[in-house]
């Protein structure tokens, strides 16, 4: 999250892709200090500031997991296997974490 936050501070065009169990981190109420992480949803919530407002979320992780995309605390849109290919071609730079 801090590398798309960095990147876009400097202006560099970005676009997040939550897949498998990172769509978890996009969920509302999350209480990390109960497992004594790091909250996200701080960060999360600055991405429109900083311009990232291209989100996308799997929906097949979604579904997977039992979830549905009014459950998360940006709006993603839904995406699905071709759609994921394609939109991955669109980009020079493609980073996992």
């Not at 004594?36 to 579904?63: M, R, W, Y």
Request: charged share 15%; with cysteine; net charge negative.
């Amino acid at each position: 999250m801090d590398l798309a936050l960095a990147a876009a501070a400097f202006g560099v065009p970005v676009s997040l892709l939550f897949l498998d169990s990172g769509v978890m981190q996009l969920l509302k109420g999350q209480e990390s200090a109960l497992i004594k992480q790091k909250s996200l949803t701080a960060n999360l919530k600055a991405l429109p500031i900083f311009g990232v407002e291209d989100l996308f979320v799997c929906q097949h992780s979604l579904s997977e997991r039992g979830l549905q995309s009014n459950q998360l605390l940006l709006p993603a849109k839904p995406v699905e296997g071709a759609e994921i290919a394609a939109l991955l071609e669109q980009y020079d730079q493609v980073v996992t974490l």
